[in-house]
């Protein structure tokens, strides 16, 4: 059945969506997605870098603010539901927004998956007897219990979403602050109880990576980071999103980086990080965080405990924040023809895009049934949570390099939109008798980003093939579906950008920008009234 | 682990505590919203790139210069000062050769002018009517404002703006900031010393 008609327009800007998400909810959002990344790749990390894991650390974090930076100049431009997805429709039109689209759905059903299971195995610290719940299936040692908690807590995550932003922006604002406040103190207390300077010399001299290891250390460390681009997915219920983005995206930035960068630093001044069993990770790269508590004495005792909650708490908020990028997103690309309508429906009780939420919260449901009953060792181990991980790494580094590209081309396609925010080092260039500000930042971004992608491709081989595959499949539903409702299948469908874009800055009363785009629109109309 | 308390280990954790409050800190400290209306109105002042400031005697005339100055703080708008020499019908309308009252208001207003760093453009010119003569000048030069100051006393039957004043507010193609200087402050603005 054909989709109903809609106008040149489409539904551009008209936003169903409450602006509920306030500066702390804006910042949490991302936090609760990129904070959890620590917890996961110290250990890893550590174990490929040895000495130069700070390093390693540092090199990733400066490609993670770069595109950390360039986020924050879309998302405070155009702040719709959708993030990279949006940003390059209007870069490079319909079919590189639904490639974007469907990297990044690729990453956010994965992260609600991968994220439950990671959170239940952190809870199940508290609850001992659950590592013998199992069963034989074949070849498969299922761990049901687990797998019954993880789906329990994505249905539980489903219905919070569904209920609306403002009850699942209050569930992450509240844990997020715990876990911001939990690992300051195993920072600070580790620093000042057991931190050993002459230790991290020793390691950066005695333990150097080789530049193949410092590779890998870093492209680890770059996954490690992501997850940003949250704050995007929700712009369009954020209030004043032009003027909160760029402030909570730069906050996000300093803030994660200021974690990493600690806990590294941290990690070389309390442990050896030498090859193999000469590093303190060895055997615990799946808690190190957990592992670095431990050892700082006077908190020692209530830091296991502690830092088990904690990343329970910070790895299923990095969950519930899948959710809601992944309901955003498909809502965001029905709006523009690339799903179907069908999956445009705002709930009329809680104004919240249900049925997104609850399709794509299945599909990650499937992928955590596959991960439990992949045969392999346990659900954190196994075959099927490695293709998980690659995925993920796969999906995110494919959407960004296209957000890269969007940003670039955007500068020349559209000066006209304000942007609150541009990232820094910009080089004048006329162009069709504009000045556009080239965005050399950006290339460099752009340039970081394609190493990791290539990186991705070279050393993960279930994403190289797996990644690839859910994008050529997701295409073939996307030419399928625009076949059916007679629209061009690689072109664009024509939109009025224009009236769009002031209506999404009317809507969230941005009228600095809305005032200064009308004022640009109409320099440019006097402009080319006045050529021959 | 044994407790081993390090100076530099105890910079980094006030470092690290103090780095994450105030990057919180600054992030939550938004700043008000502007109300519709507010910015272009902004906006509108800020587009002003050419200003004329007339001149047509040394004393409220040229007390313009200042006020115009000031407008234009850090909008780097051109500052255009012209003297208006109006010459009756009965003489001929030639441009008087080396008129110290000319050359004196002149140099006081690009005095003026160059106080707040602005390079003026400064010319003479002559008219049988000055307000005509300014619009015609305020088309000619594409001018976006034009700031003039005028004396408190009027000819008996003249509008409150006087003459020249009053032709300029009604024809000027751009802005007009009429400056009446009070009476009180006329006497403290040297007006026919040579």
């Known amino acids: ?532 | 682990m044994s407790l081993a308390l390090s100076p530099v280990g105890l910079t980094i954790a006030v470092g690290f505590a103090a780095g994450l409050a105030g990057t919180l800190g600054w992030m939550l400290r938004v700043p008000p919203p502007a109300p519709r209306g507010a910015t272009s109105t902004l906006r509108s002042v800020e587009a002003i790139r050419k200003v004329l400031v007339p001149i047509l005697d040394l004393g409220a005339s040229v007390r313009a210069v200042e006020l115009a100055a000031r407008l234009n703080q850090g909008h780097k708008a051109e500052m255009l000062i012209v003297y208006v020499h109006e010459i009756p019908l009965q003489a001929p309308l030639v441009m008087p050769e080396k008129d110290p009252r000319i050359q004196r208001a002149l140099a006081a207003a690009a005095f003026i002018a160059t106080q707040h760093a602005i390079e003026p453009r400064t010319k003479v010119n002559v008219a049988r009517q000055a307000g005509h003569r300014i619009v015609e000048i305020a088309r000619e030069e594409a001018v976006d404002l034009i700031v003039m100051g005028i004396s408190h006393q009027n000819r008996p039957n003249e509008s409150p703006l006087g003459r020249v004043a009053e032709h300029v507010v009604r024809n000027a193609p751009c802005e007009v900031v009429v400056d009446r200087v009070p009476r009180q402050k006329v006497a403290l603005i040297p007006t026919e010393v040579i």
């Not at chain 1, 074949?138 to 807590?153: K, R, S």
């Not at chain 1, 910009?426 to 500000?437: E, S, V």
């Not at chain 1, 491709?457 to 059916?484: D, E, F, K, Q, S």
Request: charged share 10%.
């Open chain 1, 1 to 532: 059945m054909a989709d109903p008609p809609t106008s040149s327009t489409g539904t551009i800007g008209v936003s169903e969506l409450r602006r509920d998400v306030s500066v702390w909810g804006s910042y949490m959002w991302g936090y609760a997605d990129v904070g959890a990344d620590i917890y996961v790749a110290l250990g890893i990390v550590a174990l490929a870098a040895l000495g130069f894991t700070p390093l390693a650390f540092l090199a990733a974090g400066l490609v993670y603010a770069m595109v950390g930076l360039c986020y924050a100049e879309l998302a405070s431009a155009y702040p719709v539901a959708g993030g990279g997805q949006y940003f390059a429709l209007r870069g490079l039109g319909d079919l590189w927004g639904f490639v974007a689209g469907s990297a990044l759905l690729l990453d956010y059903t994965i992260d609600i998956a991968l994220f439950t299971v990671i959170a239940f195995g952190y809870f199940n610290f508290f609850l001992p007897f659950a590592e013998g719940l199992t069963i034989h299936i074949g070849p498969t040692h299922v761990h049901w219990f687990w797998l019954l908690e993880t789906l329990a807590g994505i249905l539980v995550l489903v219905w919070m979403n569904v209920r609306g932003i403002k009850v699942s922006s209050a569930f992450n604002n509240f844990l997020g602050v715990i876990a911001i406040i939990g690992q300051a103190i195993i920072v600070i207390a580790g620093f000042s109880l057991v931190w050993d300077p002459g230790l991290v010399v020793s390691n950066f001299t005695a333990f150097p990576a080789t530049f193949g290891d410092f590779a890998l250390g870093s492209s680890l460390a770059i996954i490690s980071f992501v997850g940003l681009e949250s704050i995007s997915q929700v712009a369009q219920e954020t209030r004043r999103p032009a003027t909160i983005i760029p402030r909570t995206s730069i906050g996000l930035i300093l803030s994660v980086l200021l974690f990493a960068l600690s806990f590294s630093i941290l990690a070389a001044g309390m442990f050896h990080l030498g090859p193999g069993v000469k590093n303190g990770f060895y055997g615990h790269s799946g808690d190190p965080v957990a592992w670095i508590a431990q050892h700082i004495p006077v908190i020692g005792v209530v830091a296991a405990p502690l830092t088990a909650l904690i990343g329970g708490v910070i790895v299923f908020i990095s969950a519930n924040s899948g959710v809601v990028s992944a309901s955003r997103l498909t809502y965001s690309m029905s709006q523009f023809k690339l799903l179907p309508l069908w999956f445009n429906k705002v709930s009329k009780k809680y104004s919240t895009p249900t049925r997104t939420i609850v399709v794509f919260s299945g599909v990650a449901i499937i992928q955590t049934l596959i991960a439990f009953f992949t045969p392999g060792g346990s659900a954190t181990s196994n075959g099927a949570i490695e293709l998980l991980t690659d995925l993920y790494a796969f999906g995110a580094t494919t959407g960004y390099l296209i957000v890269f590209v969007s940003l670039i081309t955007l500068r020349f396609k559209d000066p006209y939109t304000p942007r609150p925010y541009h990232m820094p080092l910009n080089f004048p260039l006329t162009y069709r008798g504009t000045i556009i500000q080239f965005p050399v930042l950006g290339v460099f971004g752009l340039v970081g980003v394609a190493i990791t992608w290539f990186e991705v491709i070279l050393t993960h081989p279930l994403g190289r093939i797996a990644g690839p595959a859910w994008v050529v499949l997701c295409g073939l539903l996307y030419m399928l579906y625009r076949r059916r409702q007679s629209l061009p299948a690689a072109g664009n469908v024509p939109r009025d950008w224009e009236a769009a874009q002031k209506r999404v800055l009317q809507e969230a009363e941005e009228y600095e920008s809305l005032e200064a785009y009308e004022a640009a629109l109409a320099e440019r109309d006097g402009v080319l009234a006045a050529q021959p």
